[in-house]
């Protein structure tokens, strides 16, 4: 029984997951110990609900490749937290498959979690592209860290997401969380979440700017160009972005001269080609002092770390990345105090990049 039950878990991860090679031998000693170290920490929930979602055909394949040594993370739900899941969820098969991959991480997360603003990432097993659509066919990452509370929190969640339980079996770490977690979406159907009770990481008056200005955009589906808005184009468009975004306050405090940059649309255009990068999704791990990369209007972004946080620098304007990794569906936003008034637009620049 308990074998049959470890298996659905891990077969439903298979449906998303790169098939390996069929002539692999399950290692039963390894999944009964497995399914002993999921009942010892009372997650009764997280496998019995996956028991309807077995028979896939790559499950075996994975399950052979987990129990011959390769090292994962898995976050486990509460039974309290499937509780609470929605059975939109629950009662959808192909979405429950994506919600469970979206919990498994192939990789070794031994090491003690990072403390906030500092943010570590894992790319998980969820890659279906009716849920993800970043660049390269790229995997949809999690994000946490520790907060002053001085537990771990899952970020980008609705519901605060805490590690209430760790454990492990062989090359398997098993963290306890206390909510089911929600796969990335759009930027229009995002929510920003504070991290460490930061209160001024609203994008709103820069998504209001998104909406009021237009540019023109090539539909790789229907091969024709026509003239959609910034939001559109972020939310549908993009497929792997990295946009830094200025909160509220930095926005507001400039709202004379975005007046007068919207009715020119050349101005307007290349000011928010320069808060994004199109095509690298960047998560913060990797804006460092050493690396240099080019926003979509063709200038030079560049990073750099000291005791006061993470800095971000675009011609003569600094910013502090105020909250890093808010993760979507399609890329990534980096929130920032400032604007980066840069009307530079180096098409050339941006096409080599």
């Known amino acids: 029984m308990r074998t049959a039950l470890l298996s659905s878990l891990l077969a439903l991860v298979l449906a998303t997951a790169p098939a390996v090679a069929q002539n692999t031998t399950l290692n039963a000693t390894f999944i009964s110990g497995l399914v002993s170290a999921l009942q010892a920490v009372n997650l009764t929930q997280t496998i019995n609900i996956t028991t309807s979602l077995n028979g896939t055909v790559n499950g075996t394949s994975l399950l052979a490749n987990i129990s011959n040594g390769l090292p ?5 739900p509460t039974d309290d937290a499937w509780a609470n899941v929605s059975t939109n969820i629950t009662g959808n098969q192909t979405l429950l498959e994506d919600v469970f991959a979206y919990h498994i991480l192939p990789g070794n997360f031994t090491t003690p979690p990072t403390f906030f603003p500092n943010v570590t990432l894992g790319e998980t097993l969820l890659n279906d592209s009716a849920v993800v659509q970043l660049e390269g066919n790229k995997s949809q990452a999690v994000a946490w860290t520790v ?7 899952v970020l980008n969640q609705i519901n605060d997401t805490i590690v209430v339980n760790v454990t492990s079996f062989e090359n398997i770490t098993i963290w306890v969380i206390d909510q089911v977690l929600t796969i990335p979406t759009i930027l229009a159907n995002t929510t920003v979440v504070p991290a460490n009770n930061v209160s001024n990481v609203s994008i709103s008056s820069f998504e209001t700017l998104l909406q009021n200005a237009t540019l023109s955009y090539f539909n790789l589906t229907t091969n024709t160009t026509s003239d959609v808005t910034f939001f559109d184009a ?3 468009g993009y497929p792997g972005f990295t946009l830094f975004a200025p909160n509220s306050s930095a926005v507001d405090a400039s709202n004379a001269t975005f007046e007068q940059l919207v009715t020119n649309r050349t101005a307007i255009n290349a000011l928010l080609f320069n808060h994004f990068i199109n095509g690298t999704t960047l998560y913060s791990p990797l804006l460092t002092g050493t690396q240099n990369y080019t926003s979509q209007g063709g200038e030079n972004f560049t990073f750099s770390i000291n005791g006061t946080g993470q800095w971000v620098t675009q011609g003569n304007i600094t910013a502090l990345i105020l909250q890093s990794d808010i ?27």
């Open 72 to 76: 994962h993370l898995i976050f486990a």
């Open 147 to 153: 907060l002053a509370d001085n537990n771990t929190h």
């Open 234 to 236: 972020l939310n549908v």
């Open 327 to 353: 993760l979507l569906k399609n890329g990534v936003v980096h929130i920032i105090d400032d604007v980066f008034f840069d009307l530079n637009n180096n098409g050339t620049a941006a096409d080599e990049a």
